[in-house]
């Protein structure tokens, strides 16, 4: 059955639009149509090596094992309360605070520079931690209450991984 244009363009706001940040949109009333000036958190990753990595992968192999540690980025986002901005290749940009974030709207601006500056350094050490254990291809350090589908993705990268590490 022939998709509506309404339907792919629903798919592809899901698909191209994290939903944390169309939420947050949604929840202040629209796009600010000026130029706001605020303080954000804003935190950059790369994945060390992985271009050498990637020379073993077929291609939907890479894609799998990049879905798995941005599935695994992003649930810890999720957690902090941060936002994905960009993703491109290997690595990601995310930040914390700014007119979308609801949880320093309610603060003093002092208040919510330390509240964005402990987001961030507590949501890079954990993305160490994820980044580490995820190179273990550790089953149990995202399993824990995530959805079927994140399982899913999750055990499909693992499963690269293990071959890999057991097929050199």
Known sequence: QPVTEAELRRQIEDYYLPTQLVNAIM??????????ETDIGVGFLDIADYTSLSIFLAPRENQAVLNGLYTAFNSVLKRHGGYLNKIEGDSLMFHFGG?????VKRM???EAKRHVARELFYTCVEMQRVCALFNEANKNFLMQGETGETRTV??????IIDELRNNP
């Open 154 to 159: 999750m055990q499909r990268a693992f499963s």
């Open 108 to 110: 003093e601006p002092e």
């Open 27 to 36: 929840e202040i009333g629209g796009i600010p149509e000026a130029s706001i």
């Open 99 to 103: 007119v979308i974030d609801p949880v």
